[in-house]
């Protein structure tokens, strides 16, 4: 990063400066620190009864998965949910995130006393990492921070605030280095979830969530970033719940509450530290060298226990035990305290003062638009392997079908070539399909915590994606078009790669279409490769358009194949002339399969002959090209209706 970065003038709500050079080491921190900190006060987080149950699908009845759980944090604190495997705390935290579906819920959140919705004042970091592996570190937060900021900021408060974040997570040393693909070796696995979380609280939310951000970490990355996330909600007064599972000893002490749960139930909630001597009053003292949060997982944990009854008793047991304690009464009078001082408290942002989105939907558009350039020109995944492939391929074909020539025996050589080269350059758009699917979990992400919206996404990404369509198509023509031997006019030239072009580009949208709707790599893979192969038995290469059967001419109607080959075909034969075959008999001059009696006397037919033949009399360029239109835009609004109903695991 250049030692000088700003110059000019710059203007905020707190000062106006003209700056002649500015670093990173002439940013004042506690100016940096007021500016982001300020906007609204700090929260107090409470639950009160917070119970979640579904209808078991199996029995019909109801199944309670959080059962009457009480709680508080007070800015500054960082709790940590901690259980065995299925005790709920991925739910729990779900449900104090707004993020369950509310028939469902029964209990209150409150926000600085007063019932109300955590969304506006928050951010959910979830489990896994999702960041653009080809963008180094300071990209993906700088993006994140052109998503998140208003305009209101400048420049100036921007630069001040990614170089703060990074320094606080400690990731000044990899900031310019890329986070990492299967083709480029990225940053340690530590440091990928430091960004991850880095560019998620960006905007020092007053209350973050954290889905288990330690997991698949060693003990050292582990405390690395919860010690990153610990100092930094005690600098801003940020209200932080975490669950955790299995932390080291170093780790679990940088918490200041812990929340155990069992089945549902609390077996435990109170200041970390007094945790020890609860357990051990009910005759479970830790022993000495003893990690505690171990200790406290092993008593709870019912997994191993053969008699279900006998598990649930021992859930049953600590719960209780808890209920009757002084811990949970002091907990209520807490909560009953804080709703009692609600109008004592500062105003927090709310549904009412809340502005959606922090940048216009023009502006979302043309952030993601950058991004998505600088992550399709790097990620060899997403465009140049295939045009590389196509590059192959136009040579192989243009060997296999050298220079056609214009004898009849060669009609059926164009119509290869024609089919070959819309089938294929349609079929390999499942080679996309990984890039996409990163995209789409970095967009999940983002969008879950109000950077942006789904229109300025799909936009964005049918936007970009044309460009690097007209590259894979033109790479591809300019060396298969002239050694096959087509048509030698520009303008069929032009036609040709324009059609090729329309059904990449309905291959593409309906990649997405299918990626979004199953995002699973090989799922995905396979209902694509199944459809691009339905298309070309329909397509009407290799059974005529006449003959095929009713219960499929639907399909034909729909087919971006079946409309970009008859176009290609008609924009090669019409205006050309071929040559009859001589008769070997030596009975009449030559043998037409085409023109009928009038080609015998000359020995040659017409292109539009041929097509006669076979029943492509109907074909018109134009509105060949406007259904590929139509089925671009049908797979596109698809496409951004699953993305906009679909529902996310939280």
């Known amino acids: 990063m250049p030692e000088e970065y700003f110059k000019g003038e710059f203007e905020s709500k707190d000062y106006t400066v003209s700056i002649t050079s500015v670093s990173s080491a002439d940013i004042n921190e506690q100016y940096v620190t007021s500016n982001f900190s300020s906007k609204s006060s700090p929260v107090s987080l409470a639950w009160k009864n917070l119970t979640y149950q579904i209808t078991d699908p199996k029995t019909k009845k109801q199944k309670r998965i959080v059962q009457n759980v009480n709680g508080i944090v007070n800015p500054g604190e960082v709790l940590a949910i901690m259980g065995p495997s299925g005790a709920g705390k991925s739910t729990f935290l779900d449900l104090l995130a707004g993020r369950k579906d509310p028939k469902n819920v029964s209990g209150t959140v409150f926000l600085n006393g007063k019932p109300g919705d955590v969304k506006y004042v928050s951010t959910y970091v979830m489990q896994d990492d999702a960041l653009m592996g080809v963008l180094t570190v300071r990209e993906n937060i700088q993006f994140a921070a052109d998503l998140c900021f208003p305009t209101t900021y400048t420049q100036l408060e921007k630069y001040a605030r990614i170089q703060n974040i990074i320094q606080e997570f400690g990731l000044e040393r990899v900031a310019d280095n890329k986070i990492g693909t299967v083709f480029v070796r990225g940053i340690s696995g530590g440091e990928k979830r430091r960004c991850a979380i880095a560019s998620q609280v960006l905007t020092l939310p007053k209350v973050i969530f954290l889905d288990e951000p330690t997991t698949g970490l060693d003990s050292a990355a582990a405390y690395n970033v919860m010690n990153a996330i610990v100092n930094m909600a005690k600098r801003y007064e940020l209200t932080v719940v975490a669950s955790i599972h299995q932390p080291s000893t170093e780790t679990y002490a940088l918490f200041d509450k812990l929340l155990l749960l ?12 007094k945790a020890i001597n609860y357990f051990e009053q009910l005759g479970y003292a830790c022993p000495p060298y003893n990690n505690p949060a171990d200790h406290f997982l092993k008593l709870v944990n019912s997994d191993f226990m053969k008699d279900i009854s006998e598990a649930e008793q021992h859930i049953t047991k600590f719960s209780i035990a808890y209920s009757k304690s002084t811990y949970i009464t ?22 009412k003062t809340a502005k959606r989105y922090a940048r216009n939907f023009f502006m979302q558009t043309i952030i993601l638009m950058k991004r998505s350039f600088k992550n399709a020109t790097r990620n060899i995944l997403m465009f140049w392997i295939r045009v590389a492939m196509y590059m192959c391929l136009a040579l192989l074909m243009g060997s296999t079908w050298w220079k056609v020539g214009y004898d009849q025996k060669n009609i059926q050589d164009r119509f290869s070539a024609h ?3 819309v089938a294929f350059l349609a079929f390999m758009s499942v080679a996309g399909i990984p890039g996409f699917l990163e995209e789409r979990l970095v967009f999940q992400r983002e969008r879950s915590n109000g950077f942006y919206s789904v229109g300025p996404y799909v936009l964005a990404n049918t936007l970009i994606s044309i460009p690097f369509l007209i590259i894979i198509t033109v790479s591809f023509s ?36 299918i990626s979004a709707a199953i995002p699973i790599f090989v799922a995905a893979l396979a209902i694509t490769a199944f459809a691009n192969g339905f298309f070309m038995v329909v397509e009407g290469y290799f059974v005529r358009r006449d003959s095929i059967r009713k219960i499929l001419k639907w399909a ?71 259904a590929l239109l139509g089925l671009i835009l049908a797979f596109r609004i698809g496409f951004y209706l699953i993305l906009l109903f679909r529902k996310n695991r939280h």
């Not at 069992?262 to 530290?273: A, S």
Request: negative net charge; aromatic residues 16%; contains cysteine.
């Open 262 to 273: 069992g089945h549902g139930k609390t077996l435990y909630f109170g200041e970390r530290e």
């Open 419 to 421: 089919f070959f080269s």
């Open 330 to 351: 002091n907990i209520n009078r807490q909560i009953d305290e804080t709703i009692r001082l609600a109008n004592n408290y500062g105003e927090i942002i709310s549904k």
């Open 478 to 513: 300019m060396i298969a078009y002239p050694m096959i031997g087509l048509h030698e006019n520009l303008h069929n030239a032009f036609y040709f790669n324009i059609f090729l072009f329309l059904a990449l580009f309905v291959a593409e949208s309906m990649v997405v279409f």
């Open 556 to 626: 034909n109607y729909i087919d971006y194949q079946k409309y970009s080959f008859e176009a290609i075909v008609k924009n090669d034969l019409v205006g050309l002339t071929f040559n009859c075959d001589p008769d070997p008999s030596g009975q009449t001059t030559c043998l037409c399969n085409y023109g009928g009696v009038e080609a015998t006397k000359t020995c040659k037919f017409t292109g539009q002959e041929v097509l006669n033949s076979y029943g492509y009399t109907d074909i018109n360029l134009y509105e060949w090209a406007l």
